[in-house]
Nanobody, 128 residues
């Protein structure tokens, strides 16, 4: 069974940090474009960051650029999202998703219909 599982969410004060992890079972992540998306209450799901399969190129939404870092650990078959300087507006359920290699290069890499596999999500809550 092909499955993605996110972990690492939680409650954090503004300015704090969290590290989310996306683990795969049943397939290897290094073949796929991996994206992180989030959905806040009452809002549409939006792309946060993604990483290509070919050369590790990365892409970030303007709202998180300079604060979030996406990375791969192929030995552990995981992709992480390091989130620093968190803001209350970062509160959302965060999802990782896997798409074919071309997902990163065709149009916007945040077109969620281009991703084939999705995790169940992990809650990140920024609280003051």
């Amino acid at each position: 069974q092909l499955q993605l599982v996110e972990s690492g969410g939680g409650l954090v004060q503004p300015g704090g940090s969290l590290r989310l992890s996306c683990a795969a079972s049943g397939f290897t992540l290094d073949y796929y474009t991996i994206g992180w998306f989030r959905q806040a209450p009452g809002k549409e799901r939006e792309g946060v960051s993604c990483i290509s399969s070919s050369d590790g190129s990365t892409y970030y939404a303007d709202s998180v650029k300079g604060r979030f870092t996406i990375s791969r650990d192929n030995a552990k078959n995981t992709v992480s999202l390091q989130m620093n300087s968190l803001k209350p507006e970062d509160t959302a359920v965060y999802y990782c998703a896997a798409g074919p290699p071309e997902t990163y290069y065709i149009g916007s890499p945040f077109i969620d219909a281009h991703y084939d596999y999705w995790g169940q999500g992990t809650q990140v809550t920024g609280s003051s």
